[in-house]
């Protein structure tokens, strides 16, 4: 705990060292996008020579697909709505500010009819009246708006549309419309009116030529940048045919655009936008300007706050939660037509359900094997991988594998709950091979191929071990390249490595991934062939910890991909959240089961409530009691933070104990050495931290050990699922002080009992109180301050700050210290600690 150095190289102070390294972020993503224009419009030219070459077809935009020109155009012009792109636009892109309308030229936008300015070009073409906006909206809302100015006699809902119109003029993002939007005019009701009032940010987006002009309209289009008319022009201006890059999809940004062009007015913002309004309010009110009433309902499930999370966070993330594709009235046989799909689609759950559900009642009468009698070579999968799987002995499928394969191997997305060690990494990492083969096969012209499949991992352990399963499983595959990136590795070396060998397949760590995506434009360039999406251990993932991480990576692939999420815990939360990755039509393939025990059956577990000071000397009595009886015993004690991690190993090694220690202070390169070893030996303990709690795969654990709470449920069903891998035995123990028993409610459903309480003889307690004695003091300060941390950022323990302070007290002195350490004032108060009893501030 400490807060870090205060000042920095050359004198900074650590806010001048902050504002430096955004302005130098700042820099880098300007180039990055300068770059990508150049690239977006290089593209563009070629797609208007295409349009005019003879045998062209009528809309290039047919082919669909993450690669194709019109995608990958959109991709590109999707990284323009980033904030800090604004610099780059110019008079080309479009009048950087909109003056008020002149009143001729409104009367020509009046003309267009309202949600027919792009999607129902159709009903323009033929002539048709426009009719009003529907629900009594009018186009005064848009003048208003326009203006910036209040509109009177509004009611309650009245100021909302004067926050966008404040916004547009506090950052004078409100008018900046580059050639590729339009406005919304929106319509009269009042979720409509929210979505109108959001549209002043710049709601539609469009890629394409506009529409054929009628002479009035054309009036219109001298307001149209130069670009918009030559592409008007070229992409065939003619009535009745198509221009060349017509976008026929017609989308409302409505949250997109204020969280990119507004980001500085997101809580984390400059100062400059806290004063307009206190963060939550502000927050708020843009919430319900997003919300349409389709969200409404679900708000309510959700509450409010993580509604608004939700609004701000997903821009990018498919179009679940914030694109609203505002469809023209569809017609009776398209009704029907939609009727039928529909019914095709319940019928195909159904039919999923009952594979399913038959799936498990196999499983469950098998009494916990994991492996099915379906073998590799009956699955669909390329011979070369099935004939790598065989060299690896994996012959026939297990439970999840046999589950989730084939609808992987449609192509859907899909969200998967397995046991833990039942094999879910092959499950996914087959099909993404597949997908790799098939997306090779259609790209053959590239010099430096892209990346068709990522799979991110919350751990670097368990990144280097997936990275080396999809290695063994591509073997045979001549070209394909698997790859891992992950933080506490050398930058340019990733980087040369990345350019220089094979790389179809990356595994990576979320923040090593974003450097990369931020920092290398070549690198974004190449995950815009991505074809497949995994989230391994997805619920963590998703978790907030991670979350923009994620939703940034998400920002900058191809939305035309299918994306696979695995775990072997997804809380509801976490299933609702993923709908911001999966798309809608994505199936749950729950091989655990509704009110299934969530671990495995073959593994004994126990509890053990013994007061905190004897928590040492309990893991060197337990372990002292399993070496005893297993031969070849294979134990990971599990600690509450990195630095008492630090401190049991120390002790433990004192004790004569063959013992090993992984926690995040460690170097890389050390965590990784010690991990290969740990998983190919036996006689080993391994002690850890949070790094080692999901999906990394030590075969043939005995036992684990749980020192003190895990910071909730699912942590304690992946630590547990360290032992009884593959359908094998195992025993857990886990060691509560008793003002943690609360902890036993939230696994109160899995089958675990109370234990005696062994005993510790004097003889052994003072060879423990011994090696207490002999670690440096540094290290126990720094495991009083992040037990400390940990146990505050416990909702059931912090809530008692003196409760808490006594706790950490009788902690220090249970490791050798007489009196607390002293904190940091500011640590002390950001933990809300200052002034509590038994607290020792720094002087
Ligand atoms: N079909 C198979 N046949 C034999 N062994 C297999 C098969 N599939 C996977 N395994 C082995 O099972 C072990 C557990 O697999 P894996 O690590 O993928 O489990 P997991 O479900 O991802 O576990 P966790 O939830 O802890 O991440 C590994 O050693 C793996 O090699």
Known sequence: MGGGPRT??????????????????????????????????ARLRSEIRASHLPGAPASPADHAGP????????????????????????????????????????????????????????????????????????????????????????????????????????????????????????????????????????????????????????????????????????????????????????????????????????????????????????????????????????????????????????????????????????????????????IQELREEIRNREVLGAERRRYESRGESVFTNKRFDECGISPLTVKALTDAGYIHTTVVQEAALPICLEGKDVLVKAKTGTGKSVAFLLPAIESVLNA????????????????????????????????????????????????????????????????????????????????RSSFSVRLMGLKLLVLDEADHLLDLGFRKDIEKIADSLPRQRQTLLFSATIPKEVRRVSQMVLNKDHVFVDTVGLGAVETPTKVQQQYLVVPHELHFHMVHRLLREHIDQEVDYKVIVFCTTAMVTEFMYIMLRDLKLNVREIHSRKPQLYRTRISEEFRDSNRLILVTSDVSTRGVNYPDVTLVIQAGVPPGREHYIHRLGRTGREGKSGKGILLIAPWEEYFLNEIHDLPIEKAPVPQIDQEMKQKVDDSIKIVDMSIKEAAYHAWLGYYNSIADVSRDKVMLADLASRFGVSIGMEKPPTLYRKTALKMGLKGVPGIRIRK
């Open 440 to 519: 090779m096969k259609s790209h053959t012209n590239h010099r430096v191929s892209p990346i068709f499949a990522l799979v991110l991992c919350p751990t670097r352990e368990l990144a280097v071990q997936v990275t080396a399963e999809a290695n063994v499983l591509v073997k045979y595959h001549h070209g394909v390249g698997v790859q891992s990136l992950i933080g506490g590795t050398r930058f340019k070396l990733d980087q040369r490595r990345l350019e220089s060998d094979p790389c179809q397949i990356l595994v990576a760590t979320p923040g090593r991934l974003l450097d990369h995506i931020e920092n």
């Open 8 to 41: 920095f190289a050359g004198g900074l102070s650590k806010w001048q060292h902050k504002r430096m390294h955004e302005k130098l972020a700042r820099g880098k993503e300007r180039g990055l996008l300068r770059h990508e224009k150049q690239l977006y419009l």
């Open 67 to 342: 690669t194709s020109s019109r995608a990958h155009i959109r991709a590109l012009a999707d990284r323009f709505l980033r904030p800090g792109a604004e610099d780059l636009w110019n008079d080309d892109d479009g009048p950087l500010r909109r003056a008020r309308l002149p009143s001729q030229q409104k009367n020509a936008a009046r003309t267009l009819p309202s949600g027919a300015r792009m999607v129902d070009w159709k009903r323009v073409e033929s002539g048709e009246r426009p009719k009003p906006p529907r629900g009594g909206g009018d186009w005064k809302d848009w003048e208003e708006l326009d203006s910036g100015e209040p509109r009177a006699g509004r009611g309650a809902g009245n100021e909302q549309p004067r926050l966008p119109a404040a916004f547009s003029q506090r950052r004078g993002y409100g008018t900046v419309a580059p050639w590729w939007w339009q406005w919304s005019p929106g319509s009269g009701t009042p979720s409509q009116r929210k979505e109108a009032s959001f549209g002043f940010f710049g709601l539609k987006r469009c890629y394409s030529a506009m529409p054929p002009l009628s002479p009035r309209q054309e009036s219109g289009a001298a307001l149209m940048p130069l670009g918009v008319r030559q592409l008007s022009e070229a992409g065939g201006g003619t009535k009745g045919t198509p221009p060349a890059l017509f976008y026929a999809q017609e989308r409302l940004y409505s949250g997109a655009a204020p969280r990119r062009f507004g980001q500085k007015w997101r809580p984390d913002s400059s100062d400059e936008d806290e004063e307009v309004m206190p963060p939550a309010k502000r927050d708020l009110r843009l919430a319900k300007f997003v919300a349409s009433r389709e969200d409404e309902s679900e708000d309510d499930e959700v509450g409010e706050t993580s509604a608004i999370r939700r609004k701000w966070s997903s821009a990018a993330l498919r179009n679940c939660d914030m694109k609203r594709d505002r469809r023209p009235l569809k017609s009776y046989e398209e009704e029907s037509d939609d009727i039928t799909g529909r």
